[in-house]
């Protein structure tokens, strides 16, 4: 298994952006799919975003298409998600996990990190 920290959360107000990273390390992260879920209080974990080691597939949650992108660097075992035109709704604890795709649905491997921290102010 991967071992993951996220970083980059903040308190940010609505409009504004936000950049979060995850550092891997444990087992060859090059080889991975890789996404990132979030989770606000009292919901469950949601997809975010997806992005494969290869081929270059992205994939997106309806609600921040347009808004954010997924991306990495296997040379530096690190995967990144940039937020802009933040929204209040996306007030949540982000976490990123290796994953896999199967048929149209990404599902995670569970590898968690304690996750990152992202408040939108209105």
């Known amino acids: 298994q991967l071992q993951l920290v996220e970083s980059g959360g903040g308190l940010v107000q609505a409009g504004g952006s936000l950049r979060l990273s995850c550092a891997a390390s444990?087992?060859?992260?090059?080889?991975?799919?890789m996404g990132w879920y979030r989770q606000a209080p009292g919901k469950e974990r949601e997809f975010v975003a997806a992005?494969?080691?290869?081929?270059?597939?992205?994939d997106y949650a309806d609600s921040v298409k347009g808004r954010f992108t997924i991306s990495r660097d296997n040379a530096k075992n690190t995967v990144y998600l940039q937020m802009n035109s933040l929204k209040p709704e996306d007030t949540a604890a982000y976490y990123c996990?290796?994953?896999?795709?199967?048929?149209?649905?990404?599902?995670?491997?569970?590898?968690w990190g304690r996750g990152t921290q992202v408040n939108v102010s209105s």
């Open positions: 444990g087992r060859t992260f090059s080889s991975y799919d």
């Open positions: 992005k494969s080691w290869i081929g270059g597939i992205t």
């Open positions: 996990t290796a994953v896999t795709l199967s048929g149209s649905r990404w599902s995670p491997d569970g590898s």
